[in-house]
T-cell receptor, first 114, second 116 residues
Framework: EAQVTQNPRYLITVTGKKLTVTCSQN?????MSWYRQDPGLGLRQIYY???????DKGDVPEGYKVSRKEKRNFPLILESPSPNQTSLYFC?????????????FGPGTRLTVT | AQKITQTQPGMFVQEKEAVTLDCTYD???????LFWYKQPSSGEMIFLIY??????QNATEGRYSLNFQKARKSANLVISASQLGDSAMYFC?????????????FGSGTRLLVRP
């Protein structure tokens, strides 16, 4: 089944404890992206990757890191999480970064930082 | 200024009736794309429909259609024959500049509740 998977789905952590949210897609998509969703704000892009080893900042990159060493994986790293990073996180992928293709979303990761 | 505006935080519709969810956008690009996504209570984001700025006809996908009025910069989603399963959050999104990075800009969403 073609899909985007994220792990973990739920995470409660404490301020300053490094964490990684994994994202993997099995559709051979070139483009991958991370979003966060907060009430009343819709989804905002954190980072995106046009292809392997090519990443760039989105609208709200502060406090996050990403890497794209393999085409299928795009982990989101929070080096020192803070309570304002409590949010619902979505990973998404698309066939290509150019042209018009819909983005396929993962199931989401609900993160709480205390 | 907001790029994507959804002015209806919440809406009700009677089952089997049609409903229109509003979306206006702001861009100076000539080439752009507009998307609608559905987010049910389970949380996943489901792609519904797409409209390109150069498409002359309104997009349709089953019971979903997009009322695209370019001069007014609006891209309203029309759901015909509403079903109880249509109760969800609906997000309008835009991609600007087809040759640049593929960034989707989302509106704040409209929560739709279908009444039996």
């Amino acid at each position: 089944e073609a899909q985007v998977t994220q792990n973990p789905r739920y995470l409660i952590t404490v301020t300053g404890k490094k964490l990684t949210v994994t994202c993997s897609q099995n559709m051979n998509h070139e483009y991958m992206s991370w979003y966060r969703q907060d009430p009343g704000l819709g989804l905002r892009q954190i980072y995106y990757s046009m292809n392997v080893e090519v990443t760039d900042k989105g609208d709200v990159p502060e406090g996050y890191k990403v890497s794209r060493k393999e085409k299928r994986n795009f982990p989101l790293i929070l080096e020192s999480p803070s309570p304002n990073q409590t949010s619902l996180y979505f990973c998404a992928s698309s066939l290509s970064g150019s042209g018009i293709y819909e983005q396929y979303f993962g199931p989401g990761t609900r993160l709480t930082v205390t | 200024a907001q790029k994507i505006t959804q002015t209806q935080p919440g809406m009700f519709v009677q089952e089997k009736e049609a409903v229109t969810l509003d979306c206006t956008y702001d861009t100076s690009d000539q080439s752009y794309g507009l998307f609608w996504y559905k987010q049910p209570s389970s949380g996943e984001m489901i792609f519904l429909i797409y409209q390109g700025s150069y498409d002359e006809q309104n997009a349709t996908e089953g019971r979903y259609s997009l009322n695209f009025q370019k001069a007014r910069k609006s891209a309203n989603l029309v759901i015909s024959a509403s079903q109880l399963g249509d109760s969800a959050m609906y997000f309008c999104a835009m991609r600007e500049g087809m040759d640049s990075s593929y960034k989707l800009i989302f509106g704040s969403g409209t929560r739709l509740l279908v009444r039996p």
